[in-house]
């Protein structure tokens, strides 16, 4: 039976986010002119309560069964307008969302009248869309309470033990021989001033009691396919293969410094990295009384273009270290910016001042030059260059991806960034989170952090990954590609191209999608030569009606 | 022992905190002290370094705390007394009368658009007005009314009862009294966020007795589309000659009114107020000319450092300066493409992700112009605009720079109410009156089952916060868990 469409349209000022641009009055009435619109009305703040409860109540007194509503971005938004519809009683697939304010008001605020045009075209095309909705469900799948993480840093080891004390399993993986990640090198640990054996040692000594966690030293992860709630993965430890179903994955696979190779005459010898003082540090000998610290070696530099976060506060605990071992040592550290943020940091860095290691500032454009036995530095305060005396040169070279950030990224099928760090969800309110479900980072996997920072990500990565595994099941959303069993070719395209390997070729040679494998991407959708996968939401019946109707103007 | 927790503080820390919890099952408690839960950042217009609208972004949070079947909000409310131990804590909370019934009102905002008394804004730092009954922000949830018995007529005994009259849910209750009960919980986590310092304590900076010399929260609201005005570019004195305009136009439409009907009943002469009409008259251009002049806003100076690194006031550093001036002053200049901004800094702290680029970006496209040196003092230009003085550590110059707004990054001090919350719970403080942590236990207070996150354990940014509240979400739940 059919039933009469009456779709309802919310325009949304967004405070002057909208409104400061386009004609929000003009906007309303030219949407009361669109076919199967019953009424339109405009709200401040349409995910403000008041406005979801303007859209309840309208639902209600004009028996609405489409909700359109033009305002920002369904990445946001979308949920909050959804329970609004499903909290009135209509299934919340019947809801388009159009947007007018990054796709208007935002990206063409020096062209209102373009703006507007635009505006309009995009309404009147989610309103015809809205005509085509067909009700979704969701589905539930069920939870393998346990977790991998990969990587056995002090951020991996950190969040293995948060999961497993939280009740779950753990499977840690390590690609070196033993735990430990960059702390094995590190003398010891700013500002709580414990040896960083002494920190990882209390670490792997309760990872190896604990009987919820399995670790494998000198492994490799070689294949991950599923979703959240149930990975199945398989990874090798020396010569044997493991596969295991895990709920949900976390990447923690840090960091290495950067060898500063043809950098400030690099030797390993007497112009060494701030590993390599660690080492030194570790022996108690370091063999030098002029020390030279130069901060930003590689970074902040059109290639490197980032903050490394962490060197300018190893370079100062570092130098505080040498000055307990040789205490006549004279110290001078060459920045740029000294980062030393926050509380602890900036009291460490007044502390190396008091201490009388030297702060000189150099610019980009006028670098040290290190030569035999001494620096020679342009001191912007002195207006002149001068020469220090160095026994020791000591390089701070930034934190960089590992080689294998690449790899595992391919793997998981989650991005890096341009400096191949992995790239979170948002970079605000998701820092720990991938835009994938189920799949969560930490530590210098992410960016450069303390020991400190990595921690508490590593926590909270915990704390992410323990929301998934403490439910028995997983719901997913209906927006999922399916195939027409009847139009399909058994071409083997789709197979071929889902990143995420889901299609497969059933009993019947024919092609199927596992709803709750599929990841909503379409891809298969556009390849498929027989149009025979279809698109919940975005079908080609709601694309073609958008489409009409842009032209139809 | 209890496996519910207490949150205390609704700012993003204590949100991300309660929501973690309850999406792991946890019964979850959160006690907000104002009328709404959203903290600094829903004062905050946008965020760096990828310019999302603060509010837009952390708006659906708002929106799920309250929704969430686990989660159990108690605004307006602050915590009164502490007792026990992880895994069964006595927690003694006050909230407050609204005055509004809070299941009843529905936010359509009638009463306050009737309300006769009007007091500065606190959300908009003071900036504009509000009623005597009125809603924290616009997203703010709950979303509903509330009113400030400080400032309503009825509770200084004087008639009124207008919002009673005009609401038509019948929410309004002048005889709703505050209530004081008891919550039971395993665990607490301290969310109390941080205070902007009040830069007038600095002399030398002119902050309350130049005019444009303002803080960078309160630019925050100038800029922000919900602000005192409406997201146009304006500096305070051009707002203030405005709103003489606006008094003297009133003044003369009066007088003007007077005039006509003294000239009716031709009984006494109207020479006075004729006189003081035409005083007006000629004021009221000059007023016009002067308020035209400083309509426009063409330069924009940023001081850095502003009670941090400063051993006479903070010695710490607030972390995150550098990148909101650089933000505030990217954004402002997407206001008026011809504004040109200057930081004066002292080092630039630009160490988080994407940080260093948003800077570049800053300088490249923006034409944001970086000075190196620390600001001595603030006073007012020979052309009466607010003057930077400042010596250039890079040129070696000492130069009076004039700006038509100073903006000051403030330091981040310890909320007020965190030394009473210390004392009661019996947690340790830095010496900078921050909750003390163990560096290798990061979200753990000095009391066993009460964990810290965001900025009230120290400065930091919003991404910080929110991993740091997860944090101690696992940290809530591994203690009740192994009780």
Sequence with gaps: METELRTGVFICHCGINISGVLDIEDLCEYARTLPG??????????????????IKAAVKEHDLNRVVVAACTPRTHEPIFRASCQEAGINPYFFEMVNIREHCSWVHRHDKEGAQAKARDLIRMGVAKALFLEPLETFRSKVEPKALVIGAGIAGMTSALAIANQGFEVILLEKEVEMGGLLRHLHKVAPSDMTAAELIGEKIAAIEKDKRIQCFTSAALEEVTGYVGNYAVRFSCGDESYSDKVGVIIVATGGASLKPVDLYNYDGEHVITQSELEIKLKDGNIGAKSIVMVQCVGARIPERNYCSRICCMVGIKNSLHIKEIVKDAKIFVLFRDIQAYGVENEALFFKAKEAGVRFIRYSLESPPVVEDGKVKIYHAGMGKEISLPADLVVLSTPIVAHDDAESISRILKVPIDEHKFFLEAHAKLSPLDFATSGIYLCGNAHYPATVREATYQALGAASRASIVLSHDTVERVGTVAAVKEELCSSCFACVKVCPYQVPHMNERGKAEIEPMQCQGCGICVAECPAEAIKFAYVSDEQITAACEALYAA | MNKEVLVIGGGIAGIQACLDLADQGMTVYLVERLPSIGGKMAQLDKTFPTNDCSICIMGPKLFEVERHPNTQLLTYTEVEEVSGEAGNFTVKVRKKPRYVEEDKCTACGLCADKCPVAVPDQFNMGMSTRKAIYKYFPQGIPSVYTIDDSACRIFKGKKCNICAKICEAKAVNYEQKETVF?????AIIVATGFEVFDPSDIKPYGYRTIPDVITAMEFERLLNASGPTGGHLERPSSLKIKAEIRQLEKQIKKAKTRLKSLEKKSEESGDETRKALEEMNERLPVLQAKGASL????????????????????????????????????????????LQSTIFLTDMRAYGKGFHQYCLRGASEYGIQFVRGRVAEIGVGDDGRPAVWCEDMDTRKVEERPFDLVVLATACVPSKGIENLSSMIGFDLDENGFVKTDPNKPANTSVKGIFVCGCAEGPMDIPSSVSMASAAASMAVQTVKAL
């Design chain 1, 37 to 54: 619109v019953v009424t339109v009305q405009a709200n401040l703040f349409t995910c403000a309560e008041t406005g979801t409860s303007e």
């Design chain 2, 182 to 186: 008891e919550l039971n919980v395993g």
């Design chain 2, 295 to 338: 309509e426009e806003l063409r330069d924009i100076a940023f001081v850095q450092c502003v009670g941090s690194r400063d051993l006479r006031y903070n010695a710490h550093c607030c972390s995150y300066g550098c990148m909101h001036s650089v933000k505030e002053a990217v954004v402002a200049t997407e206001h008026g493409s011809e």
